[in-house]
C-alpha cells in the first residue's frame, strides 16, 4: 500500500523524494530561527521539501513544530533565516501574500469562518481565483453570475472531493469536529498552494477517521501534485503517509530522515518517545 | 455526470434562498413606503408626523450604514454621527452653489446627495487609515474622538458663496464670522461657524429618502452576496484565517468602512436638505449613539431589523411627547423589553420556529419538486 519512496541527498544536504529531483524543490528553508523576548522558539531551521513531498514535522509538545508554519507563513516575522518558495523569497511578505505565492495552510486549533456556509468558506479560499471586482460585487452584471456560478461548481467539486457535498449549504460551525477539520484543508487547498501545511490534522479523530484522512493526504498529493507537510502526534499517521521527516526538540531539528531511519534514531528515542515512558 | 447535476441545482436554489431573504426586506420597505403615502395624500398624517418622514428615512439610511461597520465588517464606530455631518454640510453647500444652475429641485437633490456621499467617503478613508490598525475597543474609542473632532472643526467652519465662488474660513479662535469672508456684493454666508448652516433650502421630500432606503439596501445586500462581501465578512469572522487564504484583511476593511461612511454621507445630505437651519452640535455622540441602538436592537447584519429598529425607535419618543414626564421612562421600558425579546434564546427559538412554519407554507410546493428531483 503505502511503497516505500527512496530519498536522495541534494547540495544542501537535505533529502528530498528521488521523483521530484528534476524539479526544483517547492520550499527551501535556511538557517531559520525566531527569539520570543530571551526564549528561542526555533534556531538553525534547515529543511528542504520536494515538489510532490509528504514530509512530517514531529516533536514533543512545546517544540515549536506551530511556531516553524507561523514562520512559514509569515504569521511571525523571522529573526534569522530564508525562505525560499518555489525560488523566491518570502521575505518582507505579509501572510496573505506568502498565501499567494503557494502555502496554504491549516490551525491546531480550528479556524474556520464558523458563522459562513460550508460552501462561502471554500468560496473565501477561493478569493484570488474568482473573478469579481469592486464594482461587480455591487453592480452584479453577467460577469457576477458568471464568475459565482463557476466559483460554485468549482466548490463543489473541491468539496466533492472529501464527499462534503451534502453539507454544503450547512453553517460551518455546526459541522462535527472531523468534518470541521476536513473543511479547513478543502479551503486550504482552494487557495491553489504548491505547498499544504497540516497542523495536526488528525487531532480528535478516531482511528478510522485517522484512516481515512491518511488515505485523503495521499490523495491530495496525487491529485493536486503539490507537496504536504505535517504536524502530526499520532506515530501511525506519521510513519505511515510521511516520506520525509524532520524531528524538532527545544525548537532544534534533532534528527531528519526515512521514516525508518527516524524509528531507529535512539537520540529521537530518547527525546522523543523517551519522554513518553516518563509521563 | 451526477455530480454536475447535483452542482448546477445547488447553486440555483443558493440563490433563490439568498433572493428571497433579501426580495422580503424590499417587500417591507416598498409596502410601508405606500401605505404611508396613501395616508398622507389623503390627509390622515397630521402636520408633526409628516415631517418625521424624511428624517425617520434618513435613520434608516444611518442605521443599514453603521451595520455594515458594526454588523458585517464586525468593528465598533462610535462616531458615525461624524459622517453624517460632512455629508450634511458637504451636501448643504453643494445644493446651495447650485441653487442658481440647476432649476430642477431633484436633480439638486439628487447631486447634493452624491457630493455628501464622496466627502464622507474621503473623510472615511482619511480616518480608516489609523483607525482601522487598530482592534476591538480601542478602534471603538478613537472612532469616537474622531467623531467629535468632526463636530468641533464642522463648528468652526465658516462658508459664503458669492459670483467670485465659494470662500471658506475657519473661525479656531472664535475670533471670525461670517463678515470676514469678504463676501462680494449679492453674496451669501451658508455656515456661520456655531450657528450652523442657516436659510438654505428645504428640498428633501419623502420620495427621495425612500429611494435612498432602497439604494442603501441594494448595496449593502449586494455586497454580502459576493466575493468582496464574503472577504469582509471572512476578516470578521476569523481574521488569521482570511489571512492565510489570501486576503488583504487592511484593503477589504477600509473599502467596507469607506463605503459605510459613504452611505452615512448620503443621509447626512438628505437630513441637511430637509432644514432651512442646521447645527453641527446635531451629530454628536449622542446621535452616534442612537443610530448604534438601532442595529443593535435591530440585530447585527439584520438589515430589514435595522430599518423596523429605526422606524420604531425614532418615532416612539416623538409619539410619547404627550405624555410628557413618562416619555423617557416609557422610553427605556420599550428599550429593555426589545432587548430581552430579541436576545433570549428561547424567545429566539420560539421566534423562530413561529417563522419556519410560516415559511414551511410557502416551502411546500418546492420542497415535493426537490425530493422527487433530488434521489
Ligand atoms: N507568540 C509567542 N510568544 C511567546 N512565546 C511563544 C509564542 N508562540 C509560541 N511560543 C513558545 O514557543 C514554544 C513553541 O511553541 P509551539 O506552539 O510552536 O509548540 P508546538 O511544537 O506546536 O507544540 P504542540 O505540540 O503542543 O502544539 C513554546 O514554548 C511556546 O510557549
Ligand atoms: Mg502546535
Same mark, same amino acid.
Given at each position: 500500500m503505502n511503497k516505500k519512496t527512496k530519498m536522495v541527498e541534494v547540495p544542501s544536504h537535505a533529502i528530498i523524494p528521488e521523483r521530484d529531483l528534476d524539479k526544483s524543490p517547492i520550499l527551501e528553508i535556511s538557517h531559520l530561527g525566531i527569539d520570543f523576548g530571551g526564549l528561542t522558539a526555533v534556531d538553525d531551521f534547515s529543511i528542504t521539501v520536494g515538489r510532490t513531498e509528504i514530509c512530517g514535522l514531529i516533536g514533543p509538545n512545546g517544540a515549536g513544530k506551530t511556531t516553524v508554519f507561523n514562520l512559514l507563513t509569515n504569521v511571525y516575522t523571522p529573526t534569522r533565516g530564508a525562505i525560499i518558495l518555489d525560488g523566491k523569497s518570502t521575505a518582507g511578505k505579509s501572510t496573505a501574500q506568502v498565501n499567494r505565492m503557494g502555502i496554504a495552510r491549516t490551525f491546531q486549533n480550528i479556524r474556520l469562518f =464558523?458563522? @459562513? =456556509?460550508v460552501i462561502d468558506n471554500v468560496k473565501v479560499g477561493m478569493h484570488n481565483s474568482i473573478k469579481e471586482g469592486f464594482v461587480s460585487s455591487i453592480f452584479h452584471g453577467m460577469g457576477y453570475f458568471k464568475a459565482e456560478k463557476a466559483a460554485a461548481e468549482r466548490a463543489l467539486e473541491l468539496l466533492d472531493f472529501f464527499g462534503m457535498t451534502d453539507v454544503a449549504n450547512d453553517e460551518a460551525g455546526s459541522l462535527p469536529y472531523g468534518a470541521q477539520r476536513r473543511l479547513e484543508i478543502v479551503r486550504a487547498l482552494a487557495t491553489n498552494p504548491g505547498i499544504i501545511l497540516l497542523d495536526?490534522? #488528525? #487531532?480528535? @479523530?478516531n482511528p478510522s477517521e485517522t484512516a481515512e484522512l491518511m488515505e485523503n493526504i495521499r490523495r491530495i498529493r496525487d491529485t493536486f501534485q503539490i507537496a504536504v507537510m505535517l504536524i502530526e502526534h499520532d506515530m501511525n499517521l506519521v510513519m505511515g503517509v510521511c516520506e520525509g521527516i524532520c524531528v524538532l526538540n527545544y525548537g532544534k531539528i534533532i534528527a531528519k530522515g526515512t521514516p525508518e531511519e527516524i524509528k531507529a534514531n535512539p537520540t529521537v528515542i530518547e527525546a522523543y518517545l523517551g519522554k513518553r515512558k516518563e509521563a | 455526470m451526477s455530480n454536475k447535476k447535483n452542482t448546477a441545482m445547488t447553486f440555483g436554489s443558493h440563490v433563490k434562498e439568498l433572493a428571497k431573504s433579501d426580495f422580503i426586506t424590499y417587500g417591507v420597505v416598498i409596502a410601508a413606503f405606500i401605505i404611508v403615502s396613501i395616508f398622507s395624500s389623503s390627509g390622515l398624517l397630521g402636520r408633526k408626523a409628516a415631517g418625521l418622514l424624511v428624517p425617520v428615512c434618513c435613520y434608516i439610511v444611518m442605521a443599514l450604514s453603521l451595520n455594515l461597520t458594526v454588523g458585517i465588517m464586525g468593528e465598533l464606530s462610535l462616531g458615525h454621527a461624524g459622517f453624517m455631518s460632512v455629508g450634511a454640510f458637504s451636501g448643504v453647500i453643494a445644493s446651495m452653489l447650485l441653487g442658481e444652475v440647476i432649476d430642477n429641485n431633484v436633480i439638486r437633490l439628487a447631486v447634493a446627495i452624491l457630493v455628501g456621499a464622496f466627502f464622507a467617503a474621503i473623510v472615511g478613508f482619511l480616518i480608516g487609515i489609523p483607525v482601522l490598525r487598530l482592534r476591538g475597543d480601542y478602534l471603538a474609542i478613537v472612532t469616537l474622538a474622531f467623531g467629535e473632532i468632526i463636530k468641533d472643526l464642522i463648528n468652526c467652519l465658516v462658508v459664503g458663496i458669492d459670483k467670485n465662488g465659494l470662500h471658506i474660513i475657519f473661525n479656531f479662535k472664535g475670533d471670525k464670522s461670517a463678515a470676514d469672508l469678504n463676501l462680494a456684493e449679492g453674496g451669501k454666508a451658508i455656515i456661520k461657524g456655531a450657528q450652523g448652516a442657516t436659510g438654505t433650502d428645504k428640498i428633501a421630500t419623502f420620495a427621495a429618502g425612500f429611494v435612498l432606503i432602497l439604494i442603501a439596501l441594494f448595496i449593502i445586500q449586494s455586497l454580502v452576496r459576493s466575493r468582496v462581501g464574503r472577504a469582509i465578512i471572512a476578516c470578521r469572522d476569523n481574521r488569521i484565517a482570511a489571512e492565510s487564504v489570501g486576503i488583504d484583511v487592511m484593503k477589504y476593511k477600509m473599502f467596507a468602512f469607506v463605503l459605510s461612511a459613504a452611505i452615512a454621507g448620503s443621509a447626512g445630505a438628505l437630513y441637511g436638505a430637509n432644514y432651512s437651519n442646521l447645527v453641527a452640535t446635531k451629530f454628536d455622540f449622542n446621535t452616534s449613539i442612537l443610530i448604534l441602538v438601532f442595529v443593535v436592537l435591530g440585530g447585527l447584519g439584520n438589515m430589514l431589523g435595522s430599518v423596523i429598529a429605526a422606524t420604531v425607535l425614532y418615532i416612539l419618543p416623538e409619539a410619547l411627547r404627550e405624555f410628557a414626564n413618562y416619555r423617557m421612562l416609557i422610553y427605556a421600558i420599550v428599550l429593555i423589553l426589545v432587548m430581552i425579546l430579541t436576545n433570549n434564546p428561547r424567545l429566539v427559538a420560539l421566534r423562530e420556529k413561529l417563522f419556519s412554519k410560516v415559511s414551511s407554507v410557502f416551502k411546500k410546493g418546492k420542497k415535493k419538486s426537490e425530493s422527487e428531483g433530488g434521489k
Open positions: =464558523s458563522n @459562513m =456556509s495536526e490534522p #488528525a #487531532a480528535g @479523530m | -
